[in-house]
């Protein structure tokens, strides 16, 4: 006869797992846990960083939108997606460039020593793609 003491109830998969609580209650992954270090790496990594577009000009436009926040570190990840942004529609626009030329090239219009040049063609067929429009003034076109 087996007493009560002496029987052993198995044991349930969150006590087997070592896992990390959260504030929510809930146990987190570890691909949670993972990505939770990661983010702690790069908010170190962006306390040494100085995006290209200034903090005052961060701060200003930043204001203008109503966002408030006193984390450095926040205002230059904006200012890193803005940066990232900006670069990808140069680019973007740089290759609509270079269509154009191409386009010019066959219909023997081609001078060797053209420059390329940012036009507001190119910048908005480029722009478009991220849903931005522009439209020119009617007293313009």
């Known amino acids: 006869m087996l007493s009560s003491s002496s029987s052993v109830a198995p044991q349930s998969t969150s006590e087997q797992r070592p896992s990390t609580p959260t504030s929510q209650g809930r146990l987190l992954s570890r691909s949670e846990i993972q990505g939770e270090k990661s983010l702690a790496e ?3 990594q962006m306390d ?7 903090e005052a000009l961060t701060d200003y436009y930043l204001a ?3 966002f408030e926040c006193s984390d450095v570190r926040i205002k230059r990840l904006l200012a890193l997606a803005t940066q990232k942004f900006i670069s990808d529609v140069a680019i973007d626009a740089f290759q609509y460039n270079r269509v154009r030329q191409q386009a010019t090239k066959e219909k023997k219009f081609h001078n060797k020593d053209r420059k390329t040049v940012l036009s507001m063609d190119d910048l908005t067929a480029a722009l478009a793609e991220y849903g931005v429009n522009i439209k020119k003034p009617d007293y313009l076109s």
């Open 42 to 44: 790069f908010l170190v």
């Open 48 to 54: 040494n960083y100085a995006p290209i577009i200034p």
């Open 64 to 66: 203008q939108a109503g």
